[in-house]
């Protein structure tokens, strides 16, 4: 039976955290669902509005660390409107194949695409990150980015994304995370809670979604149980980086 692996702390067998709600598995993945749905077409100009902008930079940060290179395939596990696979194919991959599972994300991406005339963007599937339509070892790099925190089943998505890597490829997760510095607290706290609301409810017509986010990050694990997950997934050579005073980390693994 699956468990509540979003929730390794325990309770019973479908209390995984939304926010700071506990709801059943099923719950949990149709509320997601209704998040980004509701977001789905002011998603990138919430980004660039809440973070000031600080999105592209964490982005770049990523693609720089993945440094494609010209016969590489990407897979971008909860790419939703494709930020990481544009960057990918922008800076000289081969191809990058978006996965996630809110086909009104996969939309608003493709219109994307469409609008700004790319001749060859990456490809998109609907599906799972616990369990990728994908076969095994395709992948030279795979990524997660402000995904993970989102997926019901955190562990199995874990195990997955190892599996689509060719044996030496390489796998980042990029996510908010609790650990940020102490001294940022306050003012970070008071952002989450009040300015992000305000902001989605103002310009995505859409509060609660946002307070979503801000509650999700605070019950996402600290970098050391996020390291030890990975590793549990068979992931080696872990290497953990704070970006921003800990408001972001990326987690970087490979399949050896
Ligand atoms: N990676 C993109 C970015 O950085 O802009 C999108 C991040 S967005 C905050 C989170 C994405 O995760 C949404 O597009 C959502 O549909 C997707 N998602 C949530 N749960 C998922 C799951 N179980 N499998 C695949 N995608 C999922």
Redesign the pocket.
Known sequence: MESNENNPSGGSAGDIDFGFRKVSEIDH?SM??DV?SSVAGR?DLM?DLMSGGL?RLW?AALLDRLNPRADDLLL??????G??ADGFLKRGGRAALI????TD?LSAGSDRSLDRGAVQGPSRVC????ALPVPDAVADSCT????LR????RQQ?LTEMRRVLKPGGHFICMEFSPAVLPQLKPLYDAYSFRVLPWLGERIAGDGDSYGYLAESIRRFPDPETLSTEMADAGFGNINITPLTGGIVWQHSGWRI
């Open positions: 993945t997601v669902r980004f998603y980004n999105h982005k971008d596990v909860a790419g939703g409107t930020d990481i996965c996630d599972i809110n994300m599906g799972d990150a616990a997660i980015v402000f995904g989102n997926v019901t089943r998505a």
